[in-house]
């Protein structure tokens, strides 16, 4: 079983990983920005009384926050050998952007970039430990292409990508293996306001879990350090 780190919204994509693989056995430290919104949830720390999981205030724009939450879980864990990053926002900002759109900007690339980056430099010589460490990390298929006007929140993503593939070459030798997953749209928060795609038709979050925990039994051998999904076709990757 792992020691597994999980960022990530708590009504989104990681909390359907952190569901799945705390079922499957795997030691689960959630880092969420409000940990009040897991109240009355089965990831409520009053309700799941599990000495698997723990759920931690983790803020992608402190860095403390990540310092703290790492070494709470190792306190508890003894170490981490797995990080799964699904912490992230959605910004409209397009490439003629009003000048009051500078703080979205800085905001798309503390939080999906700079987080990312900042809680796998905290945690690497844990990853580093038993020559297995697994990272895995929500890109989107933003962070392969650009399509419209996005342009803040594509930027993000391909400097995003980009970490991924350094992540992979630093950690290569120590048994380190990325996996960047790129959905299209998934049915969570950060798509309620797409009306021009039903949401029926859109990648579910479980979906995105059940990948994760097939990735997790995987030896360093066949890890695929890409996996893009498509819910519409894709005609430029």
């Given at each position: 079983m792992r020691n597994i780190l999980i960022s990530g919204s708590s009504r989104g994509i990681g909390k359907a990983i952190a569901l799945k693989l705390l079922k499957e056995g795997?030691?689960?430290?959630?880092?969420?920005r409000k940990k009040e919104d897991l109240i009355n949830t089965k990831l409520d720390p009053k309700l799941n009384n599990s000495n698997r999981l723990i759920i931690n205030t983790y803020d992608a724009t402190n860095e403390n926050s990540?310092?703290?939450w790492i070494e709470r879980t190792v306190k508890t864990f003894k170490n981490i050998d797995t990080i799964i990053h699904c912490a992230g926002i959605f910004k409209r900002t397009s490439l003629i952007f009003n000048?009051?759109?500078?703080?979205?900007?800085?905001?798309?690339?503390?939080?999906?970039v700079m987080g990312p980056w900042i809680l796998t430099k905290d945690a690497w010589k844990?990853?580093?430990?038993?020559?297995?460490?697994?990272?895995?990390v929500l890109v989107s298929?933003?962070?392969k292409r650009s399509k419209g006007n996005l342009a803040?929140?594509?930027?993000?993503?391909?400097?995003?990508?980009?970490l991924c593939q350094t992540m992979r070459n630093e950690g290569w030798e120590k048994?380190?293996?990325v996996t960047a997953i790129c959905p299209g749209w998934v049915n969570t928060d950060m798509a309620k306001?797409?009306?021009?795609?039903?949401?029926?038709?859109?990648?579910?979050?479980?979906?995105?879990?059940?990948?994760?925990?097939?990735?997790?039994?995987?030896?360093?051998?066949?890890?695929?350090?890409?996996?893009?999904?498509n819910c519409q076709l894709e005609k430029t990757i």
């Open positions: 795997h030691y689960i430290s959630l880092g969420v990540s310092k703290e000048d009051n759109d500078m703080q979205d900007i800085e905001n798309l690339w503390k939080v999906n844990y990853l580093s430990k038993n020559n297995s460490g697994r990272i895995i298929m933003s962070g803040g929140y594509s930027m993000s993503k391909f400097a995003l990508m980009s048994g380190i293996r306001e797409i009306n021009h795609f039903p949401k029926k038709d859109m990648t579910q979050a479980n979906d995105i879990a059940n990948i994760c925990s097939n990735l997790l039994d995987l030896p360093n051998s066949a890890v695929p350090f890409e996996i893009a999904i």
